[in-house]
């Protein structure tokens, strides 16, 4: 009886062994459901300076992030509001004027990898703003998903959609 116990005992360590390694292996960046891989990490650094720089409102910080193919589609029928790098910068002037202060916070949800030099941040953005109002300043919540695209070039990660 002893003896059946043991094998049993055995038996079920051998299978849950590898079950408790993968799960070592998964380990995920604290506050984040996104895997802890240096990758991941490095393009999550670089969006958490494009945070700061909107909360600073710093347009030459942020357009320095921006790669010069810069594209945004607004997402609807006609292309009137679409724009790209000359038409961000024309974008973040004018939101950047409005603001007296901001204070934002992302909660990355998924980071996507369609290509080695290429990360798609998904992030859910929950930001508090002070808005310069012909009635006075006025603060504002919003809440919202975004995917934030970026490209590295050459030795640096910029970019190319979502800001």
């Excluded at 003896?3 to 380990?27: D, E």
């Excluded at 921006?66 to 790209?84: C, L, R």
């Excluded at 204070?103 to 859910?124: D, F, G, T």
């Amino acid at each position: 009886m002893t003896r059946f116990i043991g094998w049993r005992l055995l038996s079920l360590i051998v299978v849950l062994l590898p079950l408790g390694s993968s799960c070592a292996s998964n380990k995920v960046i604290p506050g984040t459901r996104i895997r802890d891989e240096p990758r991941n990490r490095e393009v999550i650094k670089i969006v958490e300076k494009y945070r700061r720089a909107m909360e600073a409102r710093k347009i030459s910080k942020l357009m320095a992030m921006a790669h010069p193919h810069y594209y945004e589609n607004s997402g609807t029928p006609t292309g009137e509001d679409d724009y790209g790098y000359k038409g961000l910068l024309k974008v973040i002037r004018k939101r950047m004027g409005q603001l007296m202060a901001v204070r934002c916070s992302l909660k990355y949800m998924r980071i996507h990898w369609p290509a080695k030099n290429q990360a798609e941040v998904e992030v859910y953005i929950s930001a508090s703003f002070q808005l310069k109002t012909s009635e006075g300043e006025r603060w504002h919540r919003m809440t919202d998903y975004n995917k934030l695209v970026l490209v590295k070039d050459k030795d640096r990660w910029l970019f190319i959609r979502g800001m």
